[in-house]
């Protein structure tokens, strides 16, 4: 199922290439998703068909991410696009999504799972079903954004201390929306909160060993000499670790 379903992506994603480095990084992003898909998957006892599933989510999820920089060249949506929504957009049309997979027995999971990937939320009303496959990519997708500040694919520039309201959502253990934020510094937050929604154990012990967030805290904080923002990612750094130290090994699985 999944080898078909590749073969068709790499197909769909090929004339993207001429639009820059960006696409091969989103290209590389998606497979690196898809592999987080099968662990966590797996990790959660799910049935072969389940894991497979779980892959063509990580899979598709950003499918909607070409058109976007193709159009606009840009991947911010709330200046442009709602990714999540145009990748579906683009299963629905004329049925494309039959390319991945040919049983439409899993077509809500996906799609939903799709929606809802990059919302600040996932709302009450989903199935359990959806709700495990929408935790899933989101814990997936994460984990991968994660690893592009450590590769520095992504690597943002800080202009002073994270604002009042910004410091203080991270130190009360929660995630930041993006339209809150106020200045470059606070960008920083986004990342930093993701913690906050990560849903599976595996993946707080996929963070843990990998020391993603040490790393990243200790990067941006040698990256600006503001002694006020040094104290806050020490403040910020506690609470995580205190977060994914709780929850690597206490928290049931979802």
């Not at 898909?37 to 950003?62: P, R, T, Y």
């Not at 809500?108 to 990519?137: C, V």
């Not at 960008?187 to 790393?215: H, M, P």
């Not at 040698?222 to 020490?234: G, V």
Request: some cysteine; overall charge negative.
């Amino acid at each position: 199922m999944i080898d078909n379903a590749i073969e068709e992506f790499k197909k769909y994603t090929k004339d993207y290439l001429e639009y820059g480095k960006m696409m091969t990084l989103k290209i590389n992003h998606t497979f690196r998703v898809v592999e987080n898909c099968e662990k966590i998957a797996k990790s959660l006892n799910m049935s072969n068909e389940e894991i497979e599933v779980a892959k063509i989510i990580g899979l598709l999820h950003d499918i909607g991410r070409f058109e976007q920089w193709k159009k606009y060249n840009n991947f911010r949506d709330y200046e442009t696009v709602d990714h999540a929504e145009l990748g579906i957009e683009i299963l629905k049309e004329n049925n494309y999504i039959r390319k991945y997979i040919e049983d439409d027995k899993y077509d809500d999971i996906i799609l939903t799972s799709i929606k809802y990937h990059n919302k600040l939320t996932i709302p009450d009303n989903l199935t359990e079903e959806e709700r495990k496959f929408a935790k899933l990519i989101r814990d997936a997708d994460k984990i991968d954004i994660l690893y592009l500040y450590i590769d520095k694919e992504i690597d943002l520039e800080l202009d002073n201390e994270f604002t009042e309201d910004t410091y203080k959502t991270l130190l009360e253990g929660k995630i930041v929306s993006r339209p809150s934020l106020k200045t470059k510094t606070d960008r920083l937050s986004v990342a930093l909160g993701f913690i906050f929604d990560i849903n599976y154990q595996y993946s707080f012990k996929d963070l843990k060993e990998k020391d993603y967030y040490n790393q990243i805290i200790d990067y941006y904080k040698n990256k600006l000499d503001n002694d006020k923002f040094k104290n806050q990612l020490e403040e910020i750094r506690k609470v995580i670790n205190n977060y994914i130290e709780e929850n690597a090994y206490v928290r049931q699985e979802i």
